[in-house]
């Protein structure tokens, strides 16, 4: 993270790209700041799997800045963001809200230490490897 100033989302997502380089993401996958304004100060962050109706309200109970997801709130082109549009609701109530996001998907499931690797461990695998090199 950068000194001096306030910690933006652009500060987090280099942070992220550290460990989970957005480059090595899916071709077909959609990653990144996907909502807001990169140069935003973050002050609290909220981490969850998907923007689910739970994960909403809570943004909406506390105080929150970035929201990081592992599956990406927007993921092909919407035609509409709307609250009535399941496939756009979620990105409808962040974008009121105010609160950006950034996904990091395929990029942190296949990252040396990503998803994958923290799942093998928990199951006990020894000598975790890729199945498909690089």
């Known amino acids: ?8 989302v652009r500060d ?13 993401r899916a071709d077909w996958d959609n990653v990144g700041i996907l909502l807001g304004d990169p140069g935003a100060p973050v ?3 909220l981490i969850a799997l998907d923007a689910t109706p739970a994960v909403l309200s809570a ?9 990081v997801t592992h599956h990406p709130v927007v993921y092909k082109p919407l035609p509409s963001i709307r609250p009535d549009r399941p496939e ?9 809200t105010g609160v950006a996001v950034i996904s990091a ?6 990252a040396p230490r990503g ?3 923290a799942v093998a461990r928990r199951l006990g695998l020894r000598e975790i490897r890729p199945l498909i090199p690089g």
């Not at 987090?12 to 480059?23: G, Q, T």
């Not at 756009?88 to 009121?96: D, E, N, Q, V």
């Open 88 to 96: 756009a609701a979620a990105a409808y109530t962040l974008l009121r």
């Open 12 to 24: 987090v997502w280099r942070a992220l790209d550290e460990h989970f380089p957005f480059a090595r």
């Open 59 to 67: 943004v909406r109970r506390r105080p929150t800045d970035l929201l």
């Open 43 to 45: 002050r609290s962050v």
């Open 105 to 110: 998907h395929t990029d942190a499931d296949v």
């Open 1 to 8: 993270m950068r000194r001096g100033g306030p910690v933006t």
């Open 115 to 117: 998803v994958s690797h």
